[in-house]
């Protein structure tokens, strides 16, 4: 198993360009999600989903996009991207999402480091 | 919404024992959850406590105190590779299918 593969790994852009991080686990995990992370700030949540379909904001969801077209892939897209998204971005997966008595472990792949100028 | 607190850094030698204490306030509550990041990795989980009590894996133990919002992650036998950041998570009803991470504490281990 491959686990969560994140791609690209680095990735530098221009103030108002569009592009798209992948991301992709070989595990039938049910529920996938996006976080970026900066100093100081922990790990805020994007969006999530919790099959294919489905998907949901979470905190800092403004200027990103998803879907979830198949239970294996979950691309984060950034519209037109600005400075303030130059961050680390962690794609994470679990097997199912939470809940009153369920809270499984989350996957992450290992990051997409975005520059945006 | 959920907001949660720790203390940004915390040193220690190798060898010694050292708490990561990790407040929360939540409308409601399910759990919550420790990961551990080495710089320029990703984060990894490391346990989960749903009910008050304390959890022990190995090294590494986590306690809930349900009736005070708080918990924290307890390290023993220190080594230089536990040099990394701690998260606490937490999942609410109010936030739910959602995990929410602390900023995380910075330990550093020295020889």
């Known amino acids: 198993n491959a686990g969560v593969t994140q791609t690209p790994k680095f990735q530098v852009l221009k103030t108002g360009q569009s592009m798209t991080l992948q991301c992709a686990q070989d595990?039938?995990?049910?529920?996938m999600s996006w976080y970026r992370q900066d100093p100081g700030m922990g790990l805020r949540l994007i969006h999530y989903s919790v099959g294919a379909g489905i998907t949901d904001q979470g905190e800092v969801p403004n200027g990103y996009n998803v879907s979830r077209s198949t239970t294996e892939d979950f691309p984060l897209r950034l519209l037109s991207a600005a400075p303030s998204q130059t961050s680390v971005y962690f794609c994470?997966?679990?097997?199912?999402?939470?809940?009153?008595?369920?809270?499984?472990?989350?996957?992450f792949g290992n990051g997409t480091r975005l520059t945006v100028t | 919404g959920q907001s949660l607190e720790q203390p940004s850094e915390v040193t220690a030698v190798e060898g010694a024992i050292v708490q990561i204490n990790c407040t929360y306030q939540t409308s409601g509550f399910y759990g919550l959850s420790w990961y551990q990041q080495h710089d320029g990795g990703a984060p990894t989980f490391l346990s989960y406590?749903?009910?008050?009590g304390l959890e022990e894996t190995g090294r590494f133990s986590s306690f809930l105190s349900r009736s005070d919002s708080y918990g924290y992650l307890l390290l023993q036998e220190l080594q230089m590779k536990d040099s990394a950041s701690y998260f606490c998570a937490v999942s609410a009803p109010t936030g739910f299918q959602k995990l929410v991470f602390g900023t995380g504490t910075r330990l550093l281990v020295s020889p």
């Open positions: 406590n749903a009910l008050d």
């Open positions: 994470a997966s679990s097997y199912s999402p939470f809940g009153t008595t369920r809270n499984p472990p989350l996957h």
């Open positions: 595990m039938n995990h049910e529920y």
